[in-house]
């Protein structure tokens, strides 16, 4: 029986099942029952795997298809009337022909099938912050990974009303045919429509989709910005708190930072970090000036690999009650779940795929999954639920880096902060299908997750900067610099409790010293601390070390970008920011001969800027690569 008296939910849900064709519609009420047998029809049939209910009580293993285990860029659309206005670096398809495409591909799915109606909100229910969606598919799975990561049931239509708006998704899962895979937004309809996977980020269509893709483009007409970040809050000895959002490509570390567990001493001192969110913050402009951040989300889709108690035990923690495990192998002897680089290998297991594994090759898929409740978390915030946010003190852009990044870098200033932003490059993951470890750009972490213009995205970061009379320092990490025989150079994880000392300590009042270099401010080594660390401190110098040479080829690379890519939407500020790192890294005569370039101390001369016009002029008649 309809939920809700709301007209457009009803004609939504009735226009979704006149399409589909389900013998039964089920509306998801949340309650704590519906959710039970759900699981129950779902081990029923097999979708579900019970796992050892001792050991991990409510918990369930997931297998989807072998064709079906990340996100598909290239098959994830925005669909803008106007193609210019979905951009440069998002695919895009003409509305009408995507809801005629995905249309024809639903119609009658849903036969023999039940179709569910989930109403959702995106951040607390009934905040000033919160989204209202429906999403409607025909997948368990959905459903009850949906109830995880979103607030979910009558509440959520009690607080639409009679004719509140909300955000419309149909999933339709299909055959699961990848030839057929369709992740369409229509951002100008409030729209999402999925079709033949049943996979994450491509099915939950509170996250990706609604979360980062619509609500970009809403907060950039509204004034606000969705981004793909974690937020963090740090707690010192003396109590005060201090909070960090920090955006990092998919698989590049965000769940990590969000749960990290500081290093013994600071434990010792007092200090805490507590998480509030591990993957996306909705941001806006305080009364008091400063940038409030939310998480939107209420549970954790994270990366099994390489979680284990010495890495991530906060993250291992939550997910040993109520999760759903996604693609990681089963342990048949106690029916427990593995992964690598979780333990030793189990001594009979059977791999993502649903064989025995004989121990090679992968018994998890890269790209496996854990779906957790936040409130599992021991390090959850308080604030988690907190309907005006957190506010903050420090953005942190980061990827995964082979070379050339250093450790950290904090930016002259926020204009500054969005050009290192907007310049990020990111070796690729399992998150997505397609290769993994190519470096491509990935700014603010958002290449896959911005609903429109690339270069508007830029526009819109400035503009906000020109509303925060009390904006955040940003800064740039990299955890993942890499020797010559491969191995990081940095111990990441906890340790990286360090790195964010120092950048807290660059946001107080009275700010610890820093070294100036062609790309901003990096540490001196003495001011990192590496008490109770076996590491030693000509590395560290190495990994804060900027070499002009390398960046002013990095600075060539991002003028590429710019200008075979982007293009003119890019403000004039990020321009200027790009001119002047191309003057700070130029090497002179004699520095070339003294090699290597490294830190400058000499704060006092600054090379004058091409102005952002001129520059653009000479750039456009000489680049013509990376054309997409
Ligand atoms: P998504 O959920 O896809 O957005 O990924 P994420 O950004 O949350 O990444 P996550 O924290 O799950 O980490 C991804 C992978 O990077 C895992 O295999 C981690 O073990 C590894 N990783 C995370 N933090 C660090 C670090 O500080 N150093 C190193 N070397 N690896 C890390
Ligand atoms: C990511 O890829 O950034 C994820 C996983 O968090 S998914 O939800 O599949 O997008
Ligand atoms: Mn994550």
Not at 86 to 98: C, F, L, S
Not at 282 to 299: F, M, S
Not at 382 to 391: E, H, M, R, Y
Not at 527 to 554: A, S
Request: positive net charge.
């Amino acid at each position: 029986m309809a939920l809700t008296k709301n007209k457009k939910v009803l004609e939504f849900v009735e226009s979704c099942s006149s399409l589909t064709q389900p013998d039964n519609i089920v509306w998801i009420d949340g309650s704590a029952n519906q959710i039970k047998q759900l699981k129950e029809e779902a081990v029923k049939s097999g979708e579900l795997i019970k796992l050892n209910q001792n050991l991990l009580p409510d918990c369930y293993l997931h297998r989807t298809k072998v064709n079906d285990v990340a996100r598909v860029e290239d098959r994830t659309f925005i669909c803008t009337k106007n193609k210019d206005d979905a951009g440069p670096v998002n695919y895009w398809m003409d509305p009408k022909q995507a809801y005629e495409l995905t249309r024809e591909i639903a119609r009658g799915s849903m036969k023999g099938r039940t179709m569910y109606v989930i109403p959702y909100s995106m951040g607390v229910v009934g905040s000033d912050f919160a989204k209202i969606g429906i999403e409607v598919t025909d997948s368990i799975y959905v459903v009850l990974n949906m109830n995880i990561m979103t607030r979910v049931g009558v509440n959520c239509l009690k607080a639409l009303g009679k004719n509140g708006d909300f955000i419309k998704g149909l999933h339709a899962k299909c055959n699961v045919d990848a030839d057929n895979r369709y992740i369409m937004h229509f951002p100008e309809d409030n729209t999402i429509i999925s079709v033949n996977s049943a996979y994450g980020g491509n099915v939950l269509l509170g996250k990706k989709c609604f979360a980062l893709r619509i609500a970009s483009y809403l907060g950039k007409n509204e004034g606000w910005m969705a981004e793909h970040m974690l937020i963090l809050g740090v707690t010192f000895p003396d109590q005060t708190k201090k909070y960090i959002a920090a955006a990092f490509p998919s698989a590049c570390g965000k769940t990590n930072l969000a749960m990290l567990i500081p290093p013994k001493h600071y434990l010792d001192k007092g200090y805490k970090v507590e998480c509030v969110g591990d993957d996306i913050a909705w941001i806006r402009v305080g009364e008091d000036g400063r940038l409030w951040a939310v998480n939107p989300e209420n549970g954790f889709f994270g990366v099994a690999p390489g979680t284990n108690e010495k890495s991530n035990l906060n993250a291992l923690e939550t997910t040993r009650r109520g999760t759903i495990f996604t693609n990681v192998a089963l342990n048949t002897d106690d029916m427990t779940v593995w992964w690598e680089g979780l333990s030793e290998k189990p001594e009979h297991c059977i791999d993502w795929t649903g064989k025995p594994w004989n121990g090679e090759g992968k018994a998890a898929h890269p790209n496996s999954r854990f779906t957790a409740p936040a409130v599992n978390c021991p390090c959850v915030s308080p604030d988690f639920n907190s309907k005006k946010g957190v506010p903050l003190s420090a953005i942190v852009f980061g990827g995964r880096r082979a070379s050339a990044t250093p450790l950290v870098y904090q930016s002259r200033d926020w204009k500054h902060g969005v050009f290192v932003g907007s310049a990020m490059s990111s070796e690729t993951t399992a998150a997505a299908t397609g290769a993994t470890g190519v470096l491509r750009h990935d700014p603010m972490a958002m290449k896959p997750f911005t609903g429109y213009h690339m270069g508007d995205y830029f526009a819109h970061w400035i503009d906000m900067g020109k509303k925060i009379k009390n904006p955040p320092k940003i800064f740039n990490v990299n955890w993942f610099r890499q020797d010559k025989n491969g191995n990081f150079m940095w111990p990441g994880f906890g340790d990286n409790m360090r790195v964010l000392e120092w950048i807290l300590k660059r946001c107080s009042d009275n700010p610890v010293d820093a070294e100036e270099t062609p790309i901003g401010f990096v540490p001196k080594a003495e001011d990192i601390d590496l008490t109770g660390l076996d590491y030693d401190i000509g590395t560290l110098k190495e990994i804060l070390t900027v070499d002009k040479q390398t960046w002013f080829k990095e600075a060539e690379e991002i003028e590429n970008y710019y200008n075979g890519v982007i293009g003119s939407r890019i403000p004039d500020e990020l321009w200027a920011c790009l001119n002047e790192l191309k003057e700070n890294c130029k090497v002179t005569a004699r520095e070339t001969a003294k090699k290597p370039a490294a830190k400058k101390t000499d704060t006092a001369k600054k090379p004058t800027a091409k102005s952002p016009s001129s520059a653009k002029k000479a750039t456009a008649a000489k680049s013509t690569a990376n054309k997409k």
